[in-house]
């Protein structure tokens, strides 16, 4: 079984910073690509941010140069620096991993982290 605990969540005022942290652990042989997503009141869960094994990043239009994805491999976690946050960023936070369990099968799961509250509001 595999883990994920988030961790950074939190009230910040408009222009303010949070970094969310979602740290694996459990039956982890190799960790691919790892996301985050959000989920704002009646919406859809929504990709903001992914980064490769290779370190490959990508973001979504409404948060590229405000966030930054980035991840520690030997500690199997994945962070998300957010800056200059806006009111529209208020949502529940996912982290999401592709883990491979084990080097006797190339399976891949996809795993989900419990949620995080980023809300921001003066």
């Known amino acids: 079984q595999v883990q994920l605990v988030e961790s950074g969540g939190g009230l910040v005022q408009p222009g303010g910073s949070l970094r969310l942290s979602c740290a694996a652990s459990g039956s982890i042989f190799r960790i691919n690509a790892m996301r985050w997503y959000r989920q704002g009141p009646g919406e859809q869960r929504d990709l903001v941010a992914a980064?490769?094994?290779?370190?490959?990043?990508n973001y979504a239009d409404y948060v590229t140069g405000r966030f930054t994805i980035s991840r520690d491999s030997a500690k199997n976690t994945v962070y998300l620096q957010m800056n200059n946050l806006k009111p529209e960023d208020t949502a529940v936070y996912y982290c999401n991993l592709d883990v491979q369990i084990t080097p006797m099968s190339p399976i891949v799961n996809r795993y989900w982290g419990q949620g995080t509250q980023v809300t921001v509001s003066s």
């Open positions: 980064i490769t094994s290779g370190g490959v990043t």
